[in-house]
């Protein structure tokens, strides 16, 4: 089979690696890919959110299947697009896709179906906030309706800070919507759980534990993800039976009523408070960094189940998982997530590449002149398995000392809860 991976991130270059490694695999091209991508694939550099543009490419390689990495190009209806042209995708229609597009429509559906999430209002103006503040205390959590590239969340401690923040989005700072949803912020733990979804069954995808602020005790500023890990131990069987009765199935159904059965990767973000998991954000895709922890402990071929999942046939195959942990540390540009530099060198990978164990998943990086750049602000996601977290990380920490990039910084505490508890 020719396949066509869309994206750039860590998460691509962790699916094209398997991808690779399917036997059903020929041919893999990457829209746009990266450093790491090059070496299995071959990278296509076009706007793959240019449609026309990107058909073209698919005809010219005789792409037999399209999967897609990030949000944006699904929230915009790539799927639709492409069965419309009769190629085959594995994802979620665009309709289906606003359950991480709009946060609005995602709250709709837990209100309809008493989905367990944090109690809300969609604001659209300054009345609409004052409202919500009279029968609720700080903090609160401001959300900005639409796709906000990861930025669209503020938790509030003050008032003046909560209006300043919505102000802001009302006037428009984020191009996909001027509401916003005001909701109570929930103390407890996070965790991802996934799931892969065809129109009639859904079968598990693993969990995972990211590390969303910026600096070490998770203090700073939300980033994409810092690193992950996976399994995430809070999530028990009991844990897991709530999440699926009380918010998977419900959510699936309802969309089945609505007519738009979700198909696609599901990942459910979650605060677990007291052993009852809450509905945080829905997303239509795999995490990232969460993949890049998810894939090296998937046994099975990843072909099968794609192919199997688009044909709406996920009864059919049994996905088997490796017992061993996983963990990936992301090596960031200095000054992620707000300003930073690229086009830095990054030298001394070949000292990594072929040492056992560790995995180099590559994010914002590209070739120039035989040698790898920086290119984004999360740049490299070094990652190794094992049966003690203690100790995976230890490796990659080594790792990252070989590394020695002097452009860069990580944290050095992922994974504090696993191995604090040990
Ligand atoms: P989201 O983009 O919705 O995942 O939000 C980004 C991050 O903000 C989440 O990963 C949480 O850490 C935090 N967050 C979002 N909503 C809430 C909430 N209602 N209560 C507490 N923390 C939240
Ligand atoms: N790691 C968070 C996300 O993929 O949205």
């Known amino acids: 089979m020719n396949i066509a991976l869309i994206g750039s991130g860590g998460r691509e270059h962790a699916l094209c690696k398997k991808i690779h490694e399917s036997a059903k695999s020929t041919k893999i091209i990457c829209i746009p890919g990266n450093a790491g991508t090059a070496k299995i694939a071959e990278n296509i550099d076009i706007n793959y ?36 042209k009769r190629i085959k995708a594995f994802g979620p229609t665009k309709y289906a896709a606003q359950l991480e597009g709009s946060k609005a429509f995602m709250k709709l559906i837990c209100k309809k179906r008493n989905i367990p999430t944090a109690g809300y209002k969609l604001c659209k103006n300054k009345s609409d906030i004052k409202k919500f503040l009279k029968k609720n205390n700080l903090p609160l959590v401001v959300k900005a309706d639409g796709l906000a590239a990861g930025k669209g969340v503020t938790i509030c401690k003050t008032e003046k800070q909560l209006l ?10 984020f191009k996909t919507s001027k509401k916003l949803i005001l909701e109570e912020f929930i103390e407890g733990e996070e965790a991802s759980y996934f799931l892969i979804v065809d129109k009639n069954n859904y079968k598990f995808f693993g969990t995972a534990q990211d590390h969303k602020r910026v600096k070490e005790k998770d203090k700073g500023s939300n980033t994409g993800g810092m690193g992950s890990y996976s399994p995430a131990p809070i999530i028990n069987k009991e ?4 999440i699926l009765n009380k918010i998977i199935k419900p959510t699936l159904l309802e969309l089945k009523k609505q007519r738009n059965p979700f198909t ?35 046994k099975t071929d990843i072909l099968n189940i794609l192919v199997k999942a ?11 998982w490796k017992s061993i942990k996983c963990m990936t540390i992301v090596l960031c540009s200095k000054g992620y997530p707000y300003k930073y530099k690229k086009n830095r060198i990054i030298k001394n990978l070949d000292k990594v590449d072929n040492k056992k164990k560790i ?10 002149d035989g040698s790898i750049f920086s290119n984004g602000g999360r740049v490299l996601n070094v990652t190794s398995t094992g049966n003690i977290f203690y100790n995976i990380r230890k490796d990659i920490i080594k790792t990252l000392k070989v590394i020695n990039w002097k452009y860069g910084f990580f944290r050095k505490d992922i994974g504090w809860r696993v191995i604090k508890k040990k």
């Open 264 to 298: 696609g990767f599901l990942y459910a973000g979650l605060m677990i408070k007291n052993n009852e998991p809450y509905l945080i954000e829905y997303n239509v895709r795999m995490g990232d960094p969460e993949c890049q922890v998810i894939m090296p402990r998937l």
């Open 49 to 84: 959110l240019d449609f026309n543009t990107l058909l073209k490419t698919l005809k010219f390689h005789k792409i037999n299947f399209v999967i897609v990495g990030p949000e944006e190009p699904l929230v915009k209806g790539i799927i639709d697009f492409l069965r419309r």
């Open 164 to 173: 300043k923040v919505a102000n802001e989005i009302f006037l428009g700072k």
């Open 359 to 368: 995995l180099l998943f590559h994010a914002g990086t590209k070739m120039k």
């Open 239 to 242: 844990l897991e039976k709530k």
């Open 310 to 320: 688009q044909k709406n046939n996920l009864k059919n195959i049994l996905i088997k």
